[in-house]
């Protein structure tokens, strides 16, 4: 076959006697175009019994022929074949009887001497090895396992001008960790390309499984030039099928074991494979079960570098979890140990926090009216924890298996309030779209907690009433009378029996209610407790973010003890949360908001967060504190466990504070009274 190659101005005679060349502007086509418009591998032209044809490899601008654009053409002496911006033309094609042979590229004598190429065993013998010298150096360099296994069926392709090419694996998996099978039926194709360098769709039946097979197990290379004609495979269903004709296949060693086989054919050109090619083809195997080695252990390498980074990951996150319980056990295990040293009562109040006289008689009181059945009242500042209160009343007695219902009375206007209480029918007023049971006859059997009650207007007084005397409601827009039996118990912070004397709240229901009473102390009566409070506020605000407890220092301790804490435990609680976001590891006095640092001449500017006054902040503390404590002193009289119980510390607290401060409580108390003196 003759072609004439006119590119960039310059006409080249070129004469090929194989049966197919590639045409494309990579160096491993038999025709290498330099033009920019030539994809990789754009056409392929073939010679067989009914002649030569010409076939686009699915390029991107296509190849035309005579002006037209085609997929396949047969060609004939004197065609014009247009690629891109080169132009060939057929000068001659091979006679019909030719047999093919191996020259490659063979330029006519007509061809200019400096545009002449070398031919020849030796031309190919050089080539071929620099194509080989590269193929070696791409397999060594990868290390991704999916690209390496299509590089080696890519260049096995390439070195060889197959038609295609199939990597199949001795393992179940692609994974190149997996052990190698010893069954021969599950060699399996992994990776299959076409010389294009395009993945195809291959099942069993589109290549000889059985040659394979056959390669893999006595591990010799198999070169066929007309498998179909091939004695070694007779017998074969899939060569027959396939009509195969060049077949090379040959073993892949990874440290003297073959893991498996890499298979190339021709199907439609005898004779495509020669002798020399089955032995780069074994070099090709060794390197390409070199780089499978490489691979390997890089993989592996990669997979012991992430586990040891997960696990060390992992002891990380346990360290900091750990800390962070050993932390939170540290101050459960304080509060334990405080409230072990008192008398708690016979039930479990442990969410109540509280280890202070104060506490203890709260505690004393819930023992004598858990197992009652009778309405309670618990009155005492807003945020001192009378929901918790009347949940350990009722999760402590008889009807700790029954519902526990809330609802705050001063959230809700009078009609809301009306129907969350009693529920209501269908169609009761506009929005009552469906009937909705009531809080009383939700908590029915067990305990309903009504808070702030004092808050509840006159009119919904008498309505709860007739429910506490006769046992009997009616939902809003119902005619239907239901009957409950809950134990009720109230909250308020209000003064109810002023109310009651003032005409706001029904008297008749004040003594309903008002059958067992538990009043709670405000924080500040019960300043012992604040130390305790704070670690648990603090450690549950710090597990709520996700984040360690913060140590509290003596100070910071004694800054918030001597707050007066007007919101009681629920200030305190919105003080430790802003704690624990401000804080990192130790909480310092500059992250105590400034109402808390204003205590008792301790003054904080609000604008720039620092001490009007000219000492530091642990100066002002301790200041602060010693002041406390004269003043305490010379209130109760020189008496320290007078003067201990006003500021909320044991007597033995007071006595390290006096030492500590250098202060004796009988001079402070003598200095007083001679101060005091006017005839002095």
Known sequence: MKLTVHEEGRETALAFERAAITIGRTPDNDLCLKSSLVSRHHCRIEHDERGTWLADLGSANGTQVNGERVQTKRLA??????????????????AEDRSPGETQA????????????LSGDAADERDELHVFARITKELLRETDRDALLKLVVDSAVRLFRAERGFLLLARPSDDLAAPVTTDPMQLAVRVARSFDRSDIAVPHTRLSLGIARKVWQEGRAVLSVDAGRDERFDGMKSVEDLRLRSVLCLPIRVEERVEGVLYVDNRLQEGAFTRKDLEFADLLANQAGLALLNARRLADLADKNRELSSSQRQVERLNELLGRKVRDRDAELAVVRAELGRERGRFDYTAIVGASDAMRKVFQQLDRIVDSELPVLITGDSGTGKELIARAIHFNGPRRDKPFVSENCAALPDSLLESELFGHARGAFTGAHRQKRGL???????????????DMSTEMQKKLLRVLQEGEFRPVGSDQQLTVNVRLVAASHRDLEKM??????????????HVLSVPLPALRERREDIPLLA???????AREAGKV???LPHEVVAAL????????????????????????????????????????????????GSLESAVDIR?????????????ALVAAGGNKSRAAAELGISRFALQRKLDKYGLDGAKVHAEEDVAGDPET
Do not use: C
């Open 77 to 94: 002496v004197g065609d014009r074949i247009q690629i891109g911006q080169v132009k060939i033309e057929v000068a001659a094609l091979p």
């Open 500 to 513: 009651v004397r003032e005409g706001t709240f029904r008297e008749d229901l004040y003594y309903r209610i």
């Open 440 to 454: 009383l006859e939700t908590a029915d059997g067990g305990t309903l907690f009504l808070d702030e009650i004092g």
């Open 535 to 541: 670690e648990h506020l603090l450690a549950r605000a």
């Open 619 to 631: 100066s002002a503390v301790a200041d602060l504190e010693k002041r406390s404590i004269e003043a």
């Open 106 to 117: 063979v330029p006519i004598d007509r061809e200019e001497p400096g545009l002449r190429t």
């Open 549 to 551: 407890v913060p140590f």
């Open 561 to 608: 003890a001597a707050h007066d804490w007007p919101g009681n435990v629920r200030e305190l609680e919105n003080e430790m949360r802003r704690i624990v976001v401000l804080s990192q590891g130790e909480v310092r006095l500059e992250h105590l908001s400034a109402s808390v640092l204003e205590r008792r001449g301790l003054r904080v500017a609000t604008s720039g």
